[in-house]
């Protein structure tokens, strides 16, 4: 193993764009539904600014309405969707389409697992491979769907309050950004670090002082050291195992759809084990400043993304 440093700021990022998808073959959703906003009294509570990794598994659902208590779930993760920014894991039924609807608030969606579709033209639902992940500008009308006879996951992060209300039509050109993971084009974090960390840009850009989000791939057998940021953070582990606490002997190893909220300046290191690579998607409220946050990458470097 060797030890490198981070840059200051990260100067590689690609955003994937694609048109919404087609129809899948064969695939039936149920009919759409009405979108109404949720009433303020059902609204999660909003969780507590501390920092939490929560396991697949031990993800505690909420009704997202009251009276539709088989409808879509929800774990906010932090924040809340009545008063503005959140971050939120939802759960939504299998062959369950939610109908046209728009949102003022531009906001981030990532398949913690098969089956989940958002798109944002006329057409049917076609599921998006687990790991997919998307930029929805507000305003925008769009449609999501769970494909399959199995629940669908998706970790969200809204930049304001969610107001979701039924939309009649599509826009003409679309601006709906999607990153497919059969398609990703992996950049590295730092080109002199071939064998360290990739990433797949989503929105914005770790450089800026505003929110961006990212898909990211650890080599197996990669960690950092303990360090903090100055901006806060939230992620979901979408495969690989991979672990995060705050040091070598605290150390929590997830399963896939786990999710965590590091709160800014909050110590904390990431590990990734030594059978396979780890990918997770995440988000950051500013800046990356990481010139502190040391690599200890393996000495072969990976192979190519394919």
Not at 81 to 89: L, S
Not at 90 to 117: I, Y
Not at 168 to 191: G, T, Y
Request: proline fraction near 10%; charge should be negative.
């Amino acid at each position: 193993m060797r030890s490198l440093l981070f840059p200051a700021v990260l100067s590689l990022a690609i955003v994937g764009c694609a048109k919404s998808p087609e129809a899948v073959e064969g695939s039936n959703p149920a009919p759409a539904e009405p979108v109404v906003e949720a009433p303020a009294e059902t609204a999660p509570a909003k969780s507590a600014s501390v920092s939490r990794t929560v396991l697949a598994d031990d993800i505690a659902w909420t009704p997202f309405k009251e009276d539709d208590p088989d409808g879509i779930q929800i774990h906010i993760l932090t924040g809340n969707p009545q008063e503005g920014p959140f971050v939120a894991v939802v759960k939504m039924p299998a062959n369950h389409t939610v109908g046209l609807h728009v949102h003022s608030a531009n906001f981030v969606g990532a398949a913690l697992t098969e089956g989940f579709a958002h798109w944002a033209t006329d057409g049917e639902a076609e599921a998006l491979p687990i790991g997919s992940a998307f930029y929805q500008p507000g305003g925008e009308p769009h449609n999501d769907a769970c494909v399959g006879n199995e629940p669908c996951v998706l970790l969200a992060f809204f930049d304001n309050k969610m107001d979701s209300v039924p939309a009649e039509a599509v826009v003409e050109n679309p601006q709906l950004q999607v990153v497919r993971s059969d398609a990703i084009e992996w950049k590295l974090f730092n080109p002199k670090m071939p064998n360290g960390p990739q990433i797949a840009m989503i929105k914005g850009s770790p450089a800026e002082d505003l929110m961006w989000s990212a898909l990211v791939k650890f080599p197996a057998g990669m960690e950092t050291n303990v360090h903090t940021h100055s901006a806060n953070f939230a992620g979901g582990l979408i495969s690989g195992p991979h672990s995060r606490g705050t040091g070598p002997d605290s150390l929590q190893a997830m399963t896939p759809g786990s999710v965590w909220w590091e709160v800014k300046n909050t110590a904390h290191m990431e590990k990734c084990g030594e059978e396979a690579p780890c990918i997770f998607v995440g988000t950051m409220d500013g800046k990356m400043d990481q010139s502190a946050v040391e690599i200890k990458a393996p000495e072969e470097a990976p192979a190519p993304a394919e």
